[in-house]
């Protein structure tokens, strides 16, 4: 019944109080178990303040009068928290819940209602709640509520605890116990569950992070080793051949360093693009631009390519063709998708692009006669999932992660994209661009 309250909105804004985005994953785990404690304790105090009322006793409008202030402090720490005074607020916190159960336990029932149980749930409290770095208070603050429990629960009688009390009834020492243990145990059962519960949350995200380590070390050493080490042979024969070299020799070394530059730059533009994208930093910047002079502009990367493989480009684009797109992540997307018709189209092939108005969308469309994609890696792709890229026609390499950030990338320009493939017939990519905001 709790778990569920637990995750309303109203709640879940005061368990992330004082969370922000540049903690680490422990430091905000631990302030999310420490605002949860805080919730739980004001929770407690004011149900255990109600029902004393119910009962004829000196303690009848002590015991809430003792519990009011306490239990204000202990719900002033998540306020402490948004306002990012984390220290003050984890001791705040650490003091009044012991302090609070020790007044009213030994000035008015001592052992009988069961409420020093809470001092063994509390000895847990900094173990959860602080660092290790602070084990010294963890152990300190462990041991002072381990022994308050054997004082109140075999030493310590109350001075206001009467022979005529009710809370010397069977009946109601059995309830209040009762509900002492079920809700010592409840409050250790949602902590503990929420911390199982991000500690799962955060393997998932250190596994996500390795996986992201291990594909950024993969492209790096294999998709940019290759043209960072071909630049470096071609600048060394440039630099002690050159004299002896022709200008038309000199021309075709400095060509292919132009080739090897962009192919590193479009490695490099993916893998930033991918990164950002998966760590929420991408910045939606869309405005009207005008399509046929991004095509242009960044057909003008893969000129040497298609050069080298006798290709040639069909661009059917009206000039009249305005789209509201973010420039940036545009050109991405087209640099990817040029990439990879170029990559897979055959020797003296034809790539087409061509582009029509459909009311509110401009429809570009991407179209190859090479190698085409396999079902099985069509499927992946339009599931966004990350595939292994085969090599080009020529032995060209890439990342397998161009056409996922294409799509990531369309998708949160407010576009939508398609993909149609065969087996050694080609390869159409459509994307409906919109022509204002939407």
Request: aromatic fraction near 12%.
């Amino acid at each position: 019944m709790i778990l569920p309250i637990l995750r309303t909105t109203s709640f879940r804004k005061l368990i992330y109080a004082g969370v922000t985005p540049n903690m680490d994953l422990d430091q905000s785990l631990r302030l999310q178990l420490a605002n949860i404690a805080a919730i739980l304790g004001v929770i407690s105090n004011l149900s255990f303040s109600i029902l004393f009322f119910n009962y004829d006793t000196i303690g009848k409008g002590l015991i809430p009068l003792v519990n009011t202030p306490f239990g204000i402090a202990i719900g002033f720490t998540l306020y402490l928290n948004f306002k990012k005074q984390y220290k003050l607020a984890r001791y705040l916190l650490l003091f009044c819940i012991p302090v609070v159960v020790l007044i009213t336990t030994a000035l008015f029932y001592g052992n009988l209602l069961g409420a020093h149980y809470f001092f063994l749930l509390f000895s847990m409290l900094p173990f959860l709640t602080l660092s290790y770095k602070d084990k010294y208070k963890i152990l300190s603050y462990f041991v002072f509520n381990i022994l308050l429990f054997f004082y109140i629960a075999y030493f310590h009688k109350p001075p206001f605890l009467t022979p005529d009390s009710p809370f010397y009834d069977a009946e109601v020492r059995k309830n209040f116990q009762l509900i002492s243990i079920s809700i010592c145990f409840s409050i250790m059962a949602i902590i503990l569950f929420y911390f199982l519960r991000n500690t799962n949350r955060n393997q998932i995200e250190m596994q996500k992070t390795n996986l992201y380590k291990d594909r950024i070390f993969s492209i790096l050493a294999h998709d940019l080793k290759g043209p960072i080490g071909s630049m470096g042979t071609f600048l060394g024969i440039l630099l002690d051949s050159k004299a002896k070299l022709s200008e038309e020799e000199m021309r075709y070394g400095l060509l292919e360093l132009q080739k090897n530059a962009n192919q590193c730059y479009v490695v490099l533009e993916n893998l930033l693009e991918w990164v950002k994208k998966d760590t929420n930093r991408l910045q939606f910047q869309p405005d009207i631009n005008q399509l046929l002079k991004l095509v242009r502009d960044t057909l003008d990367l893969f000129q040497i390519q298609s050069r080298d493989k006798d290709l040639k480009w069909k661009i059917e684009i009206s000039e009249s063709h305005w789209v509201f797109v973010d420039e940036r992540m545009m050109a991405t997307v087209l640099r990817n998708l040029f990439s990879n018709a170029l990559k897979f189209s055959k020797i003296s092939g034809e790539v087409h692009v061509t582009s029509k108005d459909i009311g509110d969308f401009i429809e570009l469309e991407v179209s190859d006669n090479g190698i085409g994609i396999s079902e099985e890696k069509l499927s992946m792709i339009r599931q966004g999932m990350s595939i292994k890229s085969d090599f080009g026609t020529l032995g060209e390499r890439g990342t397998g992660i161009g056409l996922l950030v294409s799509f990531e990338l369309v998708h949160i320009q407010n576009s939508e994209i398609f993909i149609e493939s065969k087996r050694d017939e080609g390869t159409k990519i459509t994307v409906l661009l919109p022509k204002k905001e939407i």
